[in-house]
């Protein structure tokens, strides 16, 4: 495994729209913790937390039109340290393999994933969040790709 670090971090944030309500909420609890790090959102959610937390937020997309492909590039370019993604589990959504390729791609980049407000709270009040000697570590997925270049 390989180490990136960072002198700060950077949070993707992401919710369907019924739960961009609980998302804006929960922002707005930890505006304090969030201000000391880079934000990045996908389309609606990012404008959505600009305006309510007086931040820069990095708008990328909007989920059906690429977004959760754009923060699922930016995970694998280990650009991304934490993904607080409040989504639906109650409504279908049109994108739903991309909603579940940005989850598989966090998970296999060791990026921690809060899908509710009760884990977006202990990542961001985690103290390793703060402390410059926790650094992630990334997968070295070098295995993975030589077996994909011998298959061809």
């Not at 944030?13 to 609980?22: I, N, Q, T, Y």
């Not at 309510?52 to 708008?59: K, P, W």
């Not at 109650?90 to 966090?106: C, G, Y």
Request: proline share 7%.
């Amino acid at each position: 495994m390989t180490t990136v670090p960072r002198p700060e971090r950077t949070i993707a944030l992401v919710a369907h729209d019924a739960r961009k309500p609980d998302l804006l909420a929960w922002a707005r609890h930890n505006r304090e913790v969030l201000a000391g790090h880079r934000l990045v959102a996908t389309g609606t959610t990012g404008e959505l937390l600009a305006e309510e937390l007086g931040l820069a937020v990095i708008r990328l997309e909007s989920g059906p039109l690429g977004g959760d492909m754009q923060l699922g590039a930016m995970i694998t370019e280990a650009s991304v340290d934490v993904l607080i993604f409040l989504w639906d589990p109650l409504s279908a959504q049109p994108h739903e393999p991309d909603v579940r390729a940005l989850l598989r791609v966090a998970t296999l980049w060791n990026v921690p994933v809060a899908s509710n407000r009760a884990t977006a709270d202990l990542l961001v009040t985690s103290p390793l969040l703060t402390d410059p000697a926790y650094v992630r570590e990334v997968p070295d997925h070098a295995t993975h790709r030589q077996r994909l270049h011998q298959a061809t």
